[in-house]
Every structure is written in C-alpha cells, then in structure tokens.
C-alpha cells in the first residue's frame, strides 16, 4: 500500500492549505481513512477521519476548520484547512484509520505567525 501525502506549504496565521493523499490499490473506497498530524517533540494524533461512506470526526482544536473529504473513483483523500493557526504547525500523514499501515513521509505544514 503507498499513501502519498501532499499539499502542505508555509502560510501565516489565517490562511488556507489543501492536502491530498493519493492512495494505490483497489481498496480504498472499502475502508475507513484519517489524517493525523505531528508536530516536533510531540505524538502522532488523529486529525480527522472519514467512513468509507463519507461520515466524518474531528479533533476538537480543527472543528469548524478543517473539513476531510474522499473522492473514491480516484482512489484519493482530501484536507481543506482553513483559519490556520501556529499551532497547527506539523508533519501531517494520511493512513488507514483505525490500525494503520507503514506510514508514508508526509508534508510539512508550517504556519508562521
């Protein structure tokens, strides 16, 4: 399985990024997928996560700014980040959720203040 994450960039405080994760294989559209984040000296968390029928949860610190979405005839995953923060500075990952797979490199957000 090949998750690749992309999209992140340097935005200041208040501006928007959209992610996206390209997935390989035929299985995606069967399986729950989520978006996790980690900034430096910090733990892996889940960002958000959504069914494979499209039903979403967040994290309390993005509710009512970032919004994940799916597109399943392409086989991809999407992360609409607005109102960013400096807070939301760091690495963020694409991967199964629950029980992920071999994590991928991710992309860098940044978010100067």
């Known amino acids: 399985v090949q998750l690749q994450a992309s999209g992140g960039g340097l935005v200041q405080a208040g501006g928007s990024l959209k992610l996206s994760c390209a997935t390989s294989g035929t299985f995606f559209s069967f399986i729950f997928m989520g978006w996790y984040r980690q900034a430096p000296g910090k733990q892996r968390d889940l960002v958000a996560r959504?069914?494979?029928?499209?039903?979403?949860i967040y994290a309390e610190s993005v509710k009512g700014r970032f919004t994940i979405s799916r597109d399943n005839a392409k086989n991809t995953m999407y992360l609409q980040m607005n109102s960013l923060k400096p807070e939301d500075t760091a690495v963020y990952y694409c991967?199964?959720?629950?029980?992920?797979?071999?994590w991928g490199q991710g992309t860098q957000v940044t978010v100067s203040s």
């Open positions: 991967n199964r959720y629950p029980n992920p797979y071999e």
């Open positions: 959504i069914s494979s029928g499209g039903s979403t």
